[in-house]
RNA sequence: CGGGGUGUGGUGUAACGGCUAACAUUCUGGUUUUGGGUACCAGCGACUCUGGGUUCGAAUCCCAGCACCCCGACCA
């Protein structure tokens, strides 16, 4: 190679410490995950974008139908009478929805509602297959498309049209509901940091903050690389305010009729956004072994045309190998790109590993391995090359994780006073702060400083101390940030 | 819906009110190269967001509209 050091080309993407929002959407982009579409506020999800969620399809599917969790599919259109029936949940999405009003030129006489979320249509449903308690629990799953008119949209973590899969369950006893809903978010913690190297804080979201008909909302939050929280994916406990509203009721042991005790849990392509948002850098997206659709690269060098058959032969091989040991491998063998312009392109796409095979690698019975999280070089062996490279794998999905916890655990702070909160919120700090328990200290806290309580961590201890803002007694501290 | 900003080839930018709207990159064809963005040749590609106005003359100045981006309110 040559003129190197003369010609300098430009990174295409933003600096993430200058810009942390136009760096986001340069990581999408130069990686080819999504792009926007015509309609504004919609997204087109590309390939690359698109493989990262049939993973998270098939992972959490696979965790769910383990606890016995069946997938059905239901419409796209809701009446328009069936979202109204829970007061709590009308109010929340009313301001949101699409709705229908017209078939060809013909106007409908019952509008229908574009489904922002399902549980109205499911549950009319629901209250016609359960009968008694021997139906019980209903446990059901799916994965669709939903539609929220939100007034601001940002690429994955805030689309009018989402994907996502949404968990619906029904029970005999609000404790088995309960167990139900811990259970499910329990199993969106595991993935989020055996999978996805996310970190999550699992906890109750307040009043003011929980989904709009439920009992009780249960939440997974997790912290971006610029400091501010994402909230990952959520469980509800319903209670039995749907199950009254729309009638769902069973006859128990003695004969009895009782209403239904329900759940309801979800997690959204907004995880992607959090994928990206929480380890990629400045020369693109950087993703976690288990979530890559492509985990290894393989270039193949070849300085000399007489050795090509040669090198080809040996990159076959070691694809060959790794493929036969379950590693997602791929050979770019582009023979109109020069190799560095190869490992540029697969390092904004995230792949985490890049192996180079040439002649003197083939010469020396070791190839080079770079691993895309940290720029380290390694040699590995040909033979028991699929071990190797598994264990750097894991590795590069450890190293992930723990850069993730580390930064979790420095960008917390435990705060007693108003003024440091204040500092804390503005460096987009998580804050573990005394609170009252008031919706009226919520909303004048969200009003001074943006911050609102994310959730009320099961990981804390009952403490003795003063609300941060209003001074008055409170019995244990709650986490506070700016969200997205 | 409030506050701010920007609209020029696919992308990123340039052009004092004045010549055929420039440069880089991408793209196409070719030659050459291949251990970190090779080099060169040729080519495709823009009624400068829309509509008015000022002017001998507008990408440039003025007005209106529209679109997009950022910051808020709303939210997964």
């Given at each position: 190679?040559?003129?190197?050091?003369?010609?300098?080309?430009?990174?295409?993407?933003?600096?993430?410490?200058?810009?942390?929002?136009?760096?986001?959407?340069?990581?999408?982009?130069?990686?080819?995950?999504?792009?926007?579409?015509?309609?504004?506020?919609?997204?087109?999800?590309?390939?690359?974008?698109?493989?990262?969620?049939?993973?998270?399809?098939?992972?959490?599917?696979?965790?769910?139908?383990?606890?016995?969790?069946?997938?059905?599919?239901?419409?796209?259109?809701?009446?328009?009478?069936?979202?109204?029936?829970?007061?709590?949940?009308?109010?929340?999405?009313?301001?949101?929805?699409?709705?229908?009003?017209?078939?060809?030129?013909?106007?409908?006489?019952?509008?229908?509602?574009?489904?922002?979320?399902?549980?109205?249509?499911?549950?009319?449903?629901?209250?016609?297959?359960?009968?008694?308690?021997?139906?019980?629990?209903?446990?059901?799953?799916?994965?669709?498309?939903?539609?929220?008119?939100?007034?601001?949209?940002?690429?994955?973590?805030?689309?009018?049209?989402?994907?996502?899969?949404?968990?619906?369950?029904?029970?005999?006893?609000?404790?088995?509901?309960?167990?139900?809903?811990?259970?499910?978010?329990?199993?969106?913690?595991?993935?989020?940091?055996?999978?996805?190297?996310?970190?999550?804080?699992?906890?109750?979201?307040?009043?003011?903050?929980?989904?709009?008909?439920?009992?009780?909302?249960?939440?997974?939050?997790?912290?971006?690389?610029?400091?501010?929280?994402?909230?990952?994916?959520?469980?509800?406990?319903?209670?039995?305010?749907?199950?009254?509203?729309?009638?769902?009721?069973?006859?128990?042991?003695?004969?009895?009729?009782?209403?239904?005790?329900?759940?309801?849990?979800?997690?959204?392509?907004?995880?992607?956004?959090?994928?990206?948002?929480?380890?990629?850098?400045?020369?693109?997206?950087?993703?976690?072994?288990?979530?890559?659709?492509?985990?290894?690269?393989?270039?193949?060098?070849?300085?000399?045309?007489?050795?090509?058959?040669?090198?080809?032969?040996?990159?076959?091989?070691?694809?060959?190998?790794?493929?036969?040991?379950?590693?997602?491998?791929?050979?770019?063998?582009?023979?109109?790109?020069?190799?560095?312009?190869?490992?540029?392109?697969?390092?904004?796409?995230?792949?985490?590993?890049?192996?180079?095979?040439?002649?003197?690698?083939?010469?020396?019975?070791?190839?080079?391995?770079v691993r895309r999280d940290n720029g380290d070089k390694n040699r590995i062996d040909f033979s028991g090359a699929d071990e190797s490279v598994k264990k750097l794998l894991s590795e590069i999905q450890d190293t992930l994780l723990k850069n993730a916890q580390d930064r979790i655990k420095e960008n917390t702070i435990f705060v007693d006073n108003w003024d440091e909160f204040e500092k804390a919120i503005e460096s987009?700090?998580?804050?573990?702060?005394?609170?009252?328990?008031?919706?009226?200290?919520?909303?004048?806290?969200?009003?001074?400083?943006?911050?609102?309580?994310?959730?009320?961590?099961?990981?804390?201890?009952?403490?003795?101390?003063?609300?941060?803002?209003?001074?008055?007694?409170?019995?244990?501290?709650?986490?506070?940030?700016?969200?997205?």
């Open positions: 190679m040559k003129n190197n050091d003369e010609k300098e080309v430009q990174n295409p993407i933003t600096k993430r410490d200058e810009d942390f929002s136009e760096w986001y959407h340069d990581v999408i982009k130069e990686a080819g995950l999504a792009e926007y579409s015509p309609v504004k506020g919609c997204m087109v999800i590309l390939p690359h974008g698109y493989a990262i969620w049939e993973i998270i399809q098939k992972v959490l599917d696979d965790k769910f139908k383990a606890t016995g969790v069946e997938n059905a599919y239901f419409p796209l259109f809701i009446p328009e009478k069936f979202l109204t029936k829970e007061k709590d949940h009308v109010e929340g999405f009313a301001p949101e929805v699409a709705v229908v009003t017209h078939a060809g030129d013909k106007e409908l006489e019952e509008k229908l509602v574009v489904r922002p979320t399902s549980e109205t249509i499911m549950y009319d449903t629901f209250s016609r297959w359960i009968r008694s308690y021997r139906d019980l629990p209903l446990l059901i799953n799916q994965w669709a498309n939903v539609v929220r008119w939100e007034m601001r949209t940002r690429m994955f973590l805030r689309t009018t049209e989402f994907l996502w899969q949404e968990g619906h369950t029904v029970h005999s006893t609000q404790e088995e509901a309960d167990e139900r809903a811990r259970m499910m978010l329990d199993i969106y913690r595991d993935f989020s940091e055996n999978f996805m190297a996310i970190p999550v804080i699992t906890g109750v979201k307040t009043e003011s903050e929980k989904f709009a008909g439920a009992l009780r909302t249960y939440t997974c939050e997790t912290m971006m690389q610029d400091g501010k929280a994402l909230q990952y994916a959520t469980s509800h406990n319903l209670g039995d305010n749907f199950a009254k509203a729309f009638d769902i009721t069973f006859l128990d042991e003695n004969n009895e009729t009782k209403h239904a005790w329900q759940t309801s849990w979800g997690l959204s392509t907004r995880s992607i956004g959090a994928l990206i948002m929480s380890h990629s850098d400045d020369s693109g997206l950087v993703l976690p072994p288990k979530m890559a659709p492509i985990q290894v690269v393989i270039v193949p060098v070849i300085p000399k045309e007489w050795d090509k058959d040669m090198v080809m032969e040996e990159v076959k091989s070691v694809y060959d190998l790794l493929s036969d040991y379950g590693i997602r491998a791929k050979i770019d063998d582009r023979d109109f790109l020069s190799v560095g312009e190869k490992y540029y392109h697969w390092e904004r796409k995230g792949v985490p590993l890049r192996i180079e095979i040439g002649p003197k690698d083939i010469a020396n019975g070791k190839f080079v391995a987009n700090k998580f804050v573990m702060a005394h609170w009252d328990g008031t919706k009226e200290t919520e909303d004048e806290i969200k009003e001074k400083t943006g911050a609102t309580i994310r959730c009320v961590p099961f990981s804390v201890e009952e403490e003795k101390g003063k609300c941060v803002y209003s001074g008055k007694e409170s019995g244990t501290r709650v986490l506070f940030a700016k969200a997205y």
